[in-house]
């Protein structure tokens, strides 16, 4: 029988940086040498004691179905870790574990926004925003950033009070930014919550990046005033803990709309895994030191990656105090290579360097007037040494 897919799939983006993953596969199986700096993934191993307390959890017979919202115990935990992090007054009532961060952005968009809807979400950003907003009916109402000296970006708030109709229902905030490793400062955070109530928004705080920064303190949109009320916090286990592949994480938000979340979560996957939220209970209550070591390897990272990528002619690289992205503009760079497709530049930096990286084209539909490009790379999934070879090599490429 011939296979026609349901009309909504035709709705349905993914991440194509996928893709680049399996070119870089394709160019290691025919030899090559690939510097995997397109991984969004870790390749740090889970620390010791969370790996063990899961171990415990299965032996203690923890292997059956536990409530759909996940254990209390770890939904109070987290409360109270948002609270002390964030100055927020959460209860367990407010927590609704998931089955990683990822699935937090499927079940808001689910609960709060109705078919035509409007929903603002960051461009560059997740490519998983734009995707669902639109499998889910809405319309996806990109948001951008303004270049700035030194290769950076910052918030374009004219842009996006600009682009607010009577028919938005929502914003996605994603404050520690992927791609690009912003971060919004207090001005900016402020400015949106007061957009956000002004035009009586729901928002999603997407905060996979919250606990991953080098200096200074993460800022929450849900701790200003007015704003926990309509507000979705997506919290994740996946990088403080490095635990992308055990898939936990949680809705934090008011109660009305995590209740909805909940009823999603019973008529999806049941539960989250119910061993792992004990290994995820002993990352918050257990030895922070562990996450303290991950956040060090990564900065080591950061900081020669950052270094190296300002050596290569024509490329400009701020250094971000947060997540492990960069997002260096490269505009020069493909100019004196000959290049204007961010294609065939990443297939010629891949073939000639070994280095393999996501582009802007990667994180959302590139925008009219975009002048500046930019390429990404990731240095979570890859090591120092590593990453002083790949980048050796593009110096060599951009001189
Ligand atoms: C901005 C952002 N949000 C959410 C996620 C989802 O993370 P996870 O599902 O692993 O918790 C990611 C993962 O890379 C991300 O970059």
Known sequence: MAFVQATRINRLGTETAFAVAARAQAFTASGGDVFPFHLGDMNLPTPDHIARAALKAIEDGKTGYCPSAGIPQLREALAEEINQSHGTRYTMENVALQPGGKPVITKFLQSVMNEGDEV?????????????????????????????????????????????????????????????????????????????????????????????????????????????????????????????????????????????????????????CHFVQYAALAGLRENPAASREILETLRRRRDLAVEMLNAVPGIFCPRPEATFYLFPEVSECMRRKGFDSYKDFAEDVLVKTGVSVCTREHFGRVLAGEEKKYIRLAYSGIDIDRIEQGLTALIAYGK
């Open 120 to 272: 603002l979400y960051p461009n560059p950003g997740y490519p998983i925003y734009e995707s669902q907003i639109e499998y889910f009916g809405g319309v996806a109402v990109p948001y951008t950033f303004l270049p700035e000296d030194g290769g950076g970006l910052r918030l374009d708030m004219a842009q996006l009070e600009a682009s607010v109709t009577p028919k938005t229902r929502a914003i996605i905030v994603n404050d520690l930014h992927n791609p690009t490793g912003i971060e919004h400062s207090l001005e900016e955070l402020e400015k949106l919550a007061r957009l956000a109530v002004k035009h009586n928004l729901f928002v999603l705080a997407d905060e996979a990046y919250f606990d991953i920064r080098y200096q200074g303190k993460s800022r929450s949109l849900a701790s200003l005033p007015d704003m926990a009320e309509r507000t979705v916090i997506l919290y994740t286990f996946s990088k403080r803990f490095a635990m992308t592949g055990w898939r936990l994480g949680a809705a934090i938000g008011p109660k009305s709309i995590i209740d909805v979340i909940s009823k999603l979560n019973v008529n999806n996957e049941s539960c989250s």
